[in-house]
């Protein structure tokens, strides 16, 4: 026989030391879960904070379950022989005779009301996907919130990913007022003074952790790791150090299991957990950054020994274990992202080359097979890769592909910037970055990255012979330089090595970029001549791109030499090219000159049309640069019709426009005047007050509500919930009238939703008061009769 020994309330369940910072969203989202499905599985990477959230759950769930909640804790167990005794005692059984079974488990849990919080199954998968399986089908009344690296793959089981906390975004360095939201800074904060009394962030040390918080991922356990070395480093000195995460996050609670004491031990013990060739991905796979796709991973990771048929099922599996996360965005061309935490990354890169302190420790575990130069080979692959890209990318730029490609490199910005550091980092490979850097050709403008372009291409045409590929990086770094005010020695230099190679295009290219200098310098003249060539010299070597870019370019110039008909039809004729090839990015620009030949005209109500249709065009580019010349038409015309406000407001927009850029306006003096005409003019209009505040609400706008707002578009809503939409249900009311219609009684409905039998009673009558019915037959009726889809199942909770 086997007696219960009295339970209580939540057996197992511990008291937790430190306060429990934030998760309100996730704990929400799992008591929903919870009341929908019978097991959930809460998934994550070690150190993401899961066995907190399921305890911190459990404890809000003690009425639901009047057997209790009982926590069976894994993590020590290594012998799965064991795992139905562990159980058991978790349960409180105590063993009297037989040898325990599921079966004697089963028929103590048969009537029973109870949660099974069962932590740390990830290395027990296996037994515990069985054992969990006999038990909840034998056992109607109980229900299992489990903690794995690994989901457990039982039918019916629902899981759901725990992640990291957010970060701060590392381009921006956030005051302290900021970060005093930011949950990662709050556990940052509340842990560092537990151990440095008194310590706080501050003014002097908020942008310091910023920068940590985001390099440790917001994980929980690195953050208190973290927090554990302000006893003698600052923010500052442990962010230096950080390059060897692994060596400096350790220090952990001496109560803590062996595995959480150290950011090493934690990645560990997910390592040992993945099979041989797991393990390879995982360690070939960190070369990328930002993330990446199957056709990237089968490229650079595939092998002799790994074959590439196989990557897509090792993928899955390190999906399935919490080593990659499949990213939620950037999927607009249907193709699954797949990222890795930074520390995860770091750890595999260590494994990659069996380096001692970086990753694998002093011993130099590395991966099976690893070579001394692995890291390099990898790397190189993933350089080869990211080049192979944007080889496609420009030989199908000028056509339908544009946008989908520029999509695609936007994405992968991450992984082109690692490809240019190796590039630059690694000898005799120069020339393969100066080719990645300069292509497609207008990538880096239409990326709205000038700055980082020329950074680049500075640092790459420090070395390396007059070769194609210095030839080319010089005319885009010349590009970017006249763009941002500058560029005219570069221009000269590219121009005498296309002279020197005879290279056709580019002497074409050089002629354009002579013309744009002559334009902003005031010599217009000269500048529409030298268009005239630049575009003969693009028709003879059959280059439809630089056909069509130079005649658009040469329309501007025109009307502003009061050519307004020829400008008119050079505009025409470059949007019938780029029209003919479905390309996107020309024919916006075109459409931009046109609006200035309208505007010139007198017809503003053309003009304003024809840079609406522009932005609607660049809008799918994401291209700032473009976008902030035709916004400067809308404002310049919101000044004119009386509307300063408005005018203001696309001022500020404005602002952020062209400083994100890195553009200036005394690039483009045929701007610049108008620009500050509509300034003087709507300040002139507007109090300073008024102006100032519509100028700050257009800078602060997001570029989406940018555009939303300079298209005068209505600003998107959302519809109230149906099928109650006209009533004042709360939501818990809602799925009550909907276990109701669905002939559920109070017990039932309390058991469904997970909650005690007096507070179901208790919504139902505030349903039947709220809807002025007298009888659960009116309220089913009622539901039915104001359903929004037919065939929606009903008596399907959303949330506790």
């Not at 109090?687 to 298209?711: C, E, H, I, K, Q």
Request: charged share 25%.
């Amino acid at each position: 026989m086997r007696a219960a020994e009295p339970s209580g309330r939540a057996r197992g369940l511990p008291a937790e030391l430190t306060p429990f910072v934030g998760r309100r969203g996730e704990l929400a989202d799992v008591r929903g879960l919870l009341s929908a499905s019978r097991l959930v599985t809460l998934t994550g990477v070690g150190g993401v904070g899961k066995t907190r959230l399921a305890h911190q759950v459990a404890a809000t769930l003690t009425r639901a379950f009047r057997d209790g909640i009982h926590v069976v804790e894994l993590a020590g167990l290594r012998d799965p022989g064991l795992l139905v005794e562990t159980v058991a005692a978790a349960l409180g059984l105590r063993d009297q005779s037989a040898p325990l079974t599921l079966d004697v488990l089963a028929e103590h849990l048969g009537g029973r009301r109870v949660l099974l919080v069962v932590d740390n199954c990830e290395h027990l998968a296996t037994e515990c996907a069985t054992a969990l399986d006999a038990l909840l089908r034998a056992a109607p009344g109980l229900r299992a919130l489990a903690t794995s690296r690994h989901v457990l793959g039982i039918t019916g089981e629902q899981t759901y990913e725990v992640a990291p906390f957010p970060v701060p975004s590392p381009d921006h360095a956030p005051t302290a007022a900021e970060l005093s939201g930011c949950h990662s800074a709050i556990l940052f904060e509340q842990r560092a003074a537990a151990v440095l009394p008194g310590f706080r962030i501050d003014g002097d040390n908020a942008a310091a952790v910023g920068r940590l918080l985001h390099r440790l991922d917001g994980l929980p356990l690195a953050l208190e790791l973290a927090a554990a070395r302000m006893r003698t480093l600052t923010p500052g000195e442990l962010l230096d150090r950080l390059d060897d995460r692994f060596a400096v996050l350790t220090g952990g609670s001496r109560a803590a299991p062996p595995r959480q004491r150290t950011l090493r031990e934690l990645m560990d013990w997910s390592y040992d957990l993945c099979s041989p060739q797991e393990r390879t991905l995982w360690a070939r796979a960190s070369v990328f950054a930002g993330g990446f796709d199957l056709e990237a991973a089968e490229a650079v990771c595939s092998g002799a020994d790994l074959a590439r048929s196989a990557v897509a099922d090792l993928v899955h599996a390190l999906v399935e274990k919490s080593v990659l996360t499949r990213s939620p965005a950037g999927e607009e061309d249907g193709r699954a992202r797949y990222r890795m935490l930074e520390t995860v990354r770091e750890y595999g890169q260590g494994r990659l080359v069996g380096a001692g302190s970086r990753a694998g420790g002093p011993e130099g575990r590395a991966e099976p097979g690893a070579r001394p130069d692995a890291l390099a080979v990898h790397r190189r692959r993933h350089r080869d890769h990211c080049l192979d890209l944007v080889r496609r990318a420009q030989r199908e730029w000028f056509g339908p592909g544009q946008i989908p490609w520029l999509t695609r490199l936007r994405r992968d910005h991450a992984n082109l910037r690692a490809a240019l550091d190796f590039c630059l980092s690694t000898p005799g490979e120069q020339g393969a970055g100066r080719e990645l850097a300069s292509l497609p050709h207008h990538y880096w403008i239409s990326h709205g990255a000038l700055s980082e372009g020329r950074h680049w291409l500075a640092r790459l045409l420090d070395t390396g012979e007059d070769e194609p590929t210095r030839l080319a990086a010089l005319g885009t770094y010349a590009y970017l330089g006249v763009l941002q005010g500058a560029g005219a020695a570069a221009v000269e230099e590219y121009e005498a090595l296309a002279e020197r190679l005879q290279d056709a295009s580019a002497l074409a290219w050089a002629r354009h970029h002579r013309a744009l200098l002559a334009f902003f310098g005031g010599e217009p003249e000269r500048g529409t001549a030298l268009l005239a060539e630049a575009v003969a010299r693009h028709r003879a070597a059959g280059d439809l791109t630089g056909v069509a870019e130079c005649t658009f370019k040469r329309a501007i110039v025109e009307t502003l030499l009061g050519h307004t008909d020829l400008a008119l039809a050079l505009c025409r004729e470059s949007q019938e090219i780029t029209a003919a090839h479905g390309e996107s990015w020309t024919r916006a620009d075109a459409l931009f000159a046109e609006s200035l030949v309208r505007r010139q005209t007198g017809d503003r109500c053309r003009a304003d049309a024809l840079a609406r249709d522009a932005v609607r065009l660049l809008r799918p580019l994401g291209d700032r640069w473009g976008i902030a010349l035709c916004v400067e038409v809308l404002a310049w015309s919101a000044a004119d019709g009386a509307d300063p406000e408005r005018a203001a407001c696309l001022l500020g927009v404005l602002r952020t426009l062209w400083e994100s850029v890195g553009g200036t306006f005394f690039v483009a003096p045929f701007m610049r005047v108008s620009h500050d005409r509509c300034e003087r003019d709507t300040r002139a209009a507007l109090s300073p007050r008024d102006f100032d505040r519509a100028l700050r609400r257009g800078a602060a706008l997001s570029l989406a509500d940018a555009l939303t707002y300079v298209l005068e578009e209505p600003a998107p809503t959302t519809p109230p919930p149906e099928p109650y939409a006209r009533t004042s249900l709360t939501r818990r009311e809602r799925e009550v009238a909907d276990l109701v219609a669905a002939g559920l009684a109070n017990a039932e409905i309390a058991a469904t939703l997970v909650i005690a039998r007096r507070t179901a009673e208790t919504h139902v009558g505030r349903v039947l008061t709220k809807l002025g019915l007298t009888s659960r037959s009116q309220l089913a009726a009622w539901v039915h009769d104001n359903r929004d889809a037919p065939g929606k199942p009903v008596g399907v909770p959303e949330t506790l």
